[in-house]
């Protein structure tokens, strides 16, 4: 069955400090990894995709087969990315995703 | 950017009774839209797979008979929660992916329902 797995539910670092958010999956598919991000009071965004290899507000995340992980990583966090961190796995031709059960990030100043 | 809005953000209703919650892409088309509940403090559950002029389909435990869901249009689907009882106050948070669009989804700002 497929599913995402965030192990965290809370993680608090000081401004500064790198963060890594975990995320593992289960998928016997070719997989298609997702991380969205939710700021207090606002709706679920896109963040990044496995796919486009990019980095987006210093964030990156690479998609390793064998382990079936995509962690979250910034090497510097800032107070401003404190939210709500949810991974996401696309499934089949179908375009739907199944989401992990989040990760709070809390960056301390 | 893709706007997707839901309406209404904030709902109460009597036990019993049915309520409607609309999704709409505002600049774009969405060939197909999800709907997801989310419980407090948990995680996005998908409930339904929306498609234009199509049926439904539902994840494995959604009562079809219990949430209405219909897309009639490429910008609009709305879930009913048909005879709401109080375990089903939640939010309910849509998604839409556009025509043609890449595998990205944008997601409405969710709609609270509690049901007395």
């Known amino acids: 069955a497929q599913r995402v797995t965030q192990p965290e539910k809370l993680l608090s670092v000081f401004k500064g400090a790198p963060v890594e958010l975990k995320c593992n999956y289960s998928y016997s598919g070719s997989p298609e990894l997702f991380w969205y991000v939710q700021y207090s009071r606002q709706r679920l965004q896109l963040l990044l995709r496995h796919i486009s290899r990019e980095s987006i507000k210093g964030f990156t995340a690479d998609l390793n087969k064998g382990e079936t992980s995509f962690h979250l990583k910034k090497p510097f966090a800032q107070e401003e990315d404190s939210a709500m961190y949810y991974c996401a796995l696309s499934v089949d031709s179908s375009y739907k995703l199944i989401f992990g059960s989040g990760t709070r990030l809390l960056v301390r100043p | 950017g893709a706007v997707v809005s839901q309406h209404p953000s904030w709902v109460i209703c009597k036990s019993g009774t049915s309520v409607k919650i609309e999704c709409r892409s505002l600049?774009?088309?969405?060939?197909?839209m999800f709907w997801y509940r989310q419980f407090p403090k948990q995680s996005l559950m998908l409930m339904a797979t929306s498609n234009e002029g199509s049926k439904a389909t539902y994840e494995q435990g959604v009562e079809k008979d219990k949430f209405l869901i219909n897309h009639a249009s490429l910008t609009l689907s709305t879930l009913t929660v048909t005879s709401a009882h109080p375990e089903d106050s939640s939010f309910y948070i849509c998604?839409?992916?556009?025509?043609?669009?890449?595998?990205?989804?944008?997601f409405g700002a969710g709609s609270r329902l509690t049901v007395l």
């Open positions: 600049d774009f088309q969405a060939t197909t």
């Open positions: 998604s839409a992916r556009s025509r043609g669009g890449a595998n990205v989804l944008t």
